[in-house]
T-cell receptor, first 109, second 116 residues
Framework: LAKTTQPISMDSYEGQEVNITCSHN???????ITWYQQFPSQGPRFIIQ???TKVTNEVASLFIPADRKSSTLSLPRVSLSDTAVYYC??????????FGKGTMLLVSP | NAGVTQTPKFRILKIGQSMTLQCTQD?????MYWYRQDPGMGLKLIYY???????DKGEVPNGYNVSRSTTEDFPLRLELAAPSQTSVYFC???????????????FGPGTRLTVT
């Protein structure tokens, strides 16, 4: 099972780009990398999923190098409302559906 | 679509009491899940279901039971509540199984349970 490691917390200011990196050294060939966002007192919300290279949607980009041992979630021009916990998951089956502590992103004015 | 709904939002139980947490989804998803989230921690999988009539244990199933009689509903039963079950419980559903391309879970708003 691919264990993930990500920073406990990060600080940023409004308008900046934020990059959160997750390491997953034991990722398997068929594993996908998925990121979720959780606001206080809410359930997690899917942000983005990728397998390799770069994936972009309307809220974020996900960069995955060729060896796939890490991934970086990029949030362009963050606002105060992006303050949340961000979880990186490597999903390959039901036994991998464990959310770690995630990264607490605090965006300041 | 309402998505995933959970009731109640809050509940206080005494030790030894029982209760059922309700979860309903209107997206016709086959896959449903129950998680618990302890303060300051991530989410741990309690039980999951791959369709009506089929359930299986997750990482932390002890002290809980589930049933899945319909596609829409996936109730979680707590028998003989203990203080260790104080937590926030999230129900989720997905169209595809974990590991599939485009795998995405949709979460409910949670039930905050306190056992004293």
């Amino acid at each position: 099972l691919a264990k993930t490691t990500q920073p406990i917390s990060m600080d940023s200011y409004e308008g900046q780009e934020v990059n959160i990196t997750c390491s997953h050294n034991n990722i398997a060939t068929n594993d996908y990398i998925t990121w979720y966002q959780q606001f206080p007192s809410q359930g997690p919300r899917f942000i983005i999923q990728g397998y390799k290279t770069k994936v972009t949607n309307e809220v974020a980009s996900l960069f995955i190098p060729a060896d796939r041992k890490s991934s970086t979630l990029s949030l362009p021009r963050v606002s105060l409302s992006d303050t949340a916990v961000y979880y990186c998951l490597v999903v390959s089956g039901y036994s991998t559906l464990t959310f770690g502590k995630g990264t607490m992103l605090l965006v300041s004015p | 679509n309402a998505g995933v709904t959970q009731t109640p939002k809050f509940r206080i139980l005494k030790i030894g009491q029982s209760m059922t947490l309700q979860c309903t989804q209107d997206m016709n998803h086959n896959y449903m899940y129950w998680y618990r989230q302890d303060p300051g921690m991530g989410l741990k999988l309690i039980y999951y279901s791959v369709g009506a009539g089929i359930t299986d244990k997750g990482e932390v199933p002890n002290g809980y039971n589930v049933s899945r009689s319909t596609t829409e509903d996936f109730p979680l039963r707590l028998e003989l509540a203990a203080p260790s079950q104080t937590s926030v419980y999230f129900c989720a559903s997905s169209l595809h199984p974990p590991g599939a391309h485009d795998y995405e879970q949709y979460f409910g708003p949670g039930t905050r349970l306190t056992v004293t």
